[in-house]
């Protein structure tokens, strides 16, 4: 086939999704496939191809950071993005691709507003629709949503600081023990925070500036995390992730041994299926069918009780990533993961028939 890969973009996640773009492009090519890599938030979009297969040809990696990329660059990003994707040689490119494979992760790229403009556009891409992206990608509705649908999950109280405002459930939160501050929409847990006290949420507080990122706050679980991957139907083996800090934060992910990741998870049956029958109804909670795929985090209270932390449309696909890792405990090499990436959008095209 003929595919381009959409990576980079404008979101904090952009180095991690630049890595992602350069993994799947060598798996296509080992499959079989014409690549086309491009990155519609830079200057030059197309990053490589095309590629042909069998031909030598051959895609360099991409080491991420420690850090996010430098949110000043966002505004120029998103002129250059919005562009891209809606005019010019990058929208025929797409038009002209037997598929659109989405290696975004984080902003326009999971938020839903580039599988909107793919819609609009009438290209066919890889991931779940912009509805369920959308559903997905603000945590606090979608913790309401999962709540409804009897997927355990914390309390929370979402806010948008403003000088001298700590609101009374905040405060409550706070004196009752210690609690994690996020962005209610980002990923990669950016300025994820662990806070036990109201003079360090207020300090944490003072660096971001007013008014512009809404703030979701929930209880410290001091129990094992695990993430759970749904590709289609099939919920695959559980990875446990084994913290030596507090949260899993943007560096523990992306660092090769910042943290141990187990696949399968050293759980009893029992609880195996449990998560993995939470990450289904997550799933299809918010709105990700068969014909897409999905990655739940849970994180166990002090009794050991698994609650969803979030649930992932577009998760990594980096060497190192936790999609891939659980993909390998089904069995499967990562070009097979990406295949059956591929397969499911075919799915998503007879449904709409």
């Given at each position: 086939m ?18 992602s773009?350069?993994?799947v ?27 042909q ?7 360099d ?8 990329p430098?949110?000043?660059d ?12 809606t005019?010019?040689?990058?929208l025929?490119?797409?038009?002209d ?6 290696a ?33 990608w603000?945590?606090g509705r979608?913790?309401a949503v ?29 004196a ?35 008014g ?14 695990f ?5 289609g ?54 709105g ?12 166990c ?14 998760p ?8 891939p890792?659980?993909a ?26």
């Amino acid at each position: 086939m003929r595919v381009v890969i959409l990576c980079g973009g404008e979101s904090s996640e952009r180095d991690v999704s630049l890595a992602s773009g350069r993994s799947v492009a060598g798996a296509l090519l080992e499959r079989g496939h014409e690549v086309v890599l491009v990155d519609p938030a830079a200057a030059v979009p197309v990053l490589a191809g095309p590629l042909q297969p069998g031909s030598g040809d051959a895609v360099d990696g991409f080491a991420v950071g420690k850090e996010p990329p430098s949110s000043a660059d966002v505004p120029e990003l998103r002129r250059r993005m919005h562009a891209a994707l809606t005019g010019g040689p990058v929208l025929e490119l797409l038009r002209d691709a037997e598929l659109v494979f989405l290696a975004f992760h984080g902003g326009w790229g999971e938020d839903g507003h580039v599988q909107a403009l793919l819609e609009m556009a009438g290209v066919r891409f890889t991931g779940a629709g912009s509805a369920a992206c959308a559903a997905a990608w603000h945590k606090g509705r979608a913790q309401a949503v999962l709540g409804a649908a009897d997927v355990p999950v914390s309390e929370r109280v979402l806010w948008r600081p403003a000088p001298g405002d700590m609101p009374p459930g905040v405060q409550r939160l706070v004196a009752a023990g210690p609690v994690v501050v996020k962005p209610v929409a980002d990923g990669s847990s950016v300025s994820v925070h662990y806070v036990d006290s109201l003079p360090q949420l207020a300090r944490i507080v003072a660096e971001t500036r007013s008014g512009e990122a809404e703030l979701m706050v929930e209880p410290f679980l001091p129990g094992r995390e695990f993430t759970v991957a749904v590709v289609g139907g099939q919920a695959l083996p559980v990875v446990e992730i084994e913290l030596t800090t507090s949260v899993f934060d943007y560096t523990a992910k992306y660092q090769p041994g910042a943290v141990g990741e187990v696949c399968p998870a050293a759980v009893p049956d029992e609880f195996s299926s449990l998560l993995q029958e939470l990450a289904l109804r997550a799933h299809h909670a918010l709105g990700f069918g068969g014909n897409s795929y999905s990655r739940t985090d849970l994180r166990c209270d002090a009794g050991g009780k698994p609650v969803c932390i979030e649930v992932n449309a577009l998760p990594g696909l980096t060497s190192t990533s936790l999609l891939p890792l659980a993909a390998t405990g089904a069995g499967w090499t990562y070009p097979d993961l990406i295949q059956r990436i591929m397969d499911l959008s075919a799915l998503s095209t007879l449904s709409t028939r």
